[in-house]
């Protein structure tokens, strides 16, 4: 009975999605998985497990016996066995390389010497590479026996007798081209290709820009080494937005809503406590002008606001710049541009703001000068914390430092700083009127 | 000479890939741009047009003459003609639909009739429908003759007499089949399919899950109306990361670099403008709390940094909340789980962050009770704040609301208002030993 139950459960599993059969695996308690083991081929559980994020790969590889994980590796896209081996200890990578297929261990290798986040960390090496002397019925004929094996069969690459890229032709042009065609007649020979070294979001950009389902990715030589296709590109978009965001709000690497509140907590805590250290300085500063404080208490009132339109102000234009940065429109207008136009735009949101309070404030507070003073303090604060919040993300950017230290907080927290020295010297330097 | 000119311009214009065509376009004088209409088709204008912004796309269509300009969005894939005439007055939309013809401005009037953001306003009704009775070489010879339209041939669904989605095919499937074979005894009939009012996002975290390249679209009577490809899911997403981030910053809709100063000014201003009222909110407080101020001066130093912590904490809450919208894990965790571990998460912080800061005072100020004021403080200000960051997002996306309600600046200057009022409590009631 307990076969026939393995058989059912096989039948209907396979019958499923690659992708639901993942989502149905992960709800399975350990003795339930252990019979997916059994029950399925190395070939058949690759799907699987390739459907897996990398923390779960981790536990569910241990669960597997050494030849099983060797044949499951070996029937994967090289892609997903470096992203997962890259995050192993050293000695499990050489083993579990050790262990797999020569061929599919030389792919894999090569993928793991990349960088991250170049092109060549993230290509595919199941691509269909072509000659221009084919004829389309060869191509055809290829495409029966290696099609089912490939990532992608839509876009084929023609390569020379070095396998330099030569060209490109689709499936779409083999189709509505006579079987006798030579492939050097239909294919284009203007391929755009990416270089090895390329960052995934520059790649990201290209295959965006063009509608492209892959793009070629090729050495300095031009010889062509793999493919990026249009699914890892989304998987790029998803990490980049995140990192973007990440940036912002200094929580880079904890928006992750599977750790748990203590790992959060030790990833969030030091940007926090950092920001506070600046929030000492900040401090520092009001005490010394401690003396215009105890004159005219009511200044203090307003220090929340002032640094908040600041802070808010440069927000705005960091926003303006990390998007110009992602998508790429920056370089279309030229640094300085961007940066006078955000100057000019914070002197006017200023002028506006500035406007408006000093109104309100001789209004209800009967109190023109307190008003010029906060209206002022405002014009002047908008226009710097425009300027930083454009340019501290395009600075970091041109100089391949840390963008975190573009993050949001500490934009803010600089601006706070200046404001609130902005709001002092323009109070003190008029507190006999006060 | 002249006309040999325009020859020898078109031949190498056409030789570019339609989306350079554009840039190329771009930068050329009104002069150049109506050679170019004069010698280019309205089919092969049309290429050049769809890579242009909305924005570029009026402009540019001012320049043509009426009924070129109705050949080229009769050549233009529908969902990019909706798309464009989205952004026009009614009357224009009227006129361009009345002189298209009449099959093309069918299928755009569909399209516009569906709500901003759903599946239906970014399908795309080129689309290649066969039967589940036609012949694998049927379907070929269909594919010569339509593929050129087709915006992708990739997938081919199979309808049935009412048209109703009945299964799925891929030109992979169709060759490496024998050309007799049928299409019922290749074909999935697990379609994996979408409402038309699905929302956009929804259909992106599907085709990027599965790893699709397009997915149909069906009415509630599993009708098929039309495809969303992978390239238009691009496009979602760069727009919902936008989108993410303006709401974080409070600067929607105005991100966009080709703005002027003062057309973003006016987009800014009124968001700065209304966080400065909530910061005279704040100033009240403080007032309020005059005569605790007057006592003990120094606590004005402490505003900022409290008001910092607490802002920077929620703004990070608030970047786990929108990316785990974005990214769908929401709900597979639950709300209030995720809640509760973020309000562990921000009192774990303030914890180790009120500990620090405590300490610090209590050393360089030689004030053990003021540290303890602002330690306490930070730790009550740091919890409300990330269960504020957390949840006031997944509130609004509940409701169905506004969501720039849940922008970043918002929920800092709430954060300012309500940690605020905590540190003010602590020190008042405190004031006597102070």
Redo the contacts between chains.
């Keep these: 009975a307990i076969e026939a139950d393995i058989d059912t459960f096989r039948t209907m599993f396979l019958?499923?999605?690659p992708?639901d059969q993942t989502d149905v695996f992960l709800h399975l308690e350990e003795s339930e998985r252990k019979r997916v083991y059994e029950s399925l081929s190395p070939d058949e559980f690759a799907e699987v497990f390739e459907g897996l994020e990398v923390e779960e790969q981790k536990e569910i590889a241990l669960e597997l016996n050494d030849q099983y994980a060797a044949d499951v590796f070996n029937n994967m896209y090289a892609d997903d066995v470096a992203n997962f081996l890259a995050e192993l200890k050293q000695d499990n990578v050489t083993d579990i390389l050790k262990a797999m297929d020569k061929e599919d261990a030389a792919d894999v290798r090569e993928l793991l010497a990349y960088d991250e986040e170049t092109a060549g960390s993230i290509m595919t090496k199941e691509f269909i590479a072509i000659r221009a002397e084919d004829t389309v019925s060869d191509v055809?004929e290829l495409?029966?026996r290696e099609?089912?094996d490939a990532e992608t069969?839509?876009y084929l690459y023609v390569v020379d007798a070095n396998d330099r890229l030569a060209g490109v032709t689709s499936?779409?042009d083999l189709?509505?081209s006579v079987s006798t065609a030579k492939i050097e007649d239909i294919m284009s020979t203007?391929v755009?290709s990416v270089n090895e070294k390329t960052d995934q979001e520059e790649v990201a950009q290209l295959?965006?820009?063009?509608?492209f389902?892959a793009a070629p990715v090729v050495s300095d030589e031009n010889v062509l080494l793999g493919i990026v296709t249009?699914?890892d590109?989304?998987?790029v978009?998803?990490e980049e937005?995140?990192e973007?965001?990440?940036e912002?709000?200094?929580?880079r690497g904890?928006?992750?809503?599977?750790l748990?509140?203590?790992q959060?907590?030790k990833k969030?805590?030091p940007?926090?406590?950092m920001?506070?250290f600046?929030?000492?300085i900040?401090?520092?500063v009001?005490?010394t002008f401690?003396e215009t404080?105890?004159t005219v208490?009511?200044l203090?009132?307003?220090?929340?606001?002032?640094?908040?339109?600041a802070?808010?102000?440069g927000?705005?234009s960091?926003?303006?710049s990390?998007?110009?940065l992602?998508?790429g429109?920056?370089e279309k207008?030229g640094l300085s541009k961007?940066i006078l136009?955000?100057f000019?735009?914070g002197l006017?949101?200023g002028v506006?703001?500035g406007a408006?309070?000093a109104l309100?404030l001789a209004v209800f507070y009967q109190d023109l000068l307190l008003g010029g003073v906060v209206g002022i303090s405002?014009i002047l604060s908008?226009g710097v914390a425009s300027v930083i919040g454009t340019t501290i993300p395009l600075i970091i950017n041109k100089l391949h430092l840390d963008p975190a230290i573009a993050s949001?907080?500490f934009i803010?927290?600089l601006n706070?700083l200046i404001s609130?020295m902005i709001y002092f010297s323009v109070a003190t330097s008029l507190i006999q009127y006060l």
């Design positions: 019958e499923l999605h992708k055809i495409l029966r099609g089912p069969i839509y499936i779409r189709i509505t203007r755009v295959i965006q820009k063009y509608d389902l249009v699914d590109v989304l998987d978009l998803e937005a995140t973007d965001l990440g912002i709000t200094a929580s904890s928006t992750d809503v599977s748990t509140s203590f959060a907590a969030r805590a940007w926090i406590i920001l506070m600046f929030g000492l900040t401090a520092e009001i005490g401690e404080l105890e208490v009511l203090a009132a307003f220090i929340p606001m002032i640094m908040g339109s802070g808010n102000t927000t705005q960091l926003a303006v990390v998007r110009a992602a998508t429109t920056i207008r961007t136009r955000e000019a735009t006017m949101i506006m703001s408006v309070i309100l405002i908008l949001g907080p803010t927290t706070d609130l």
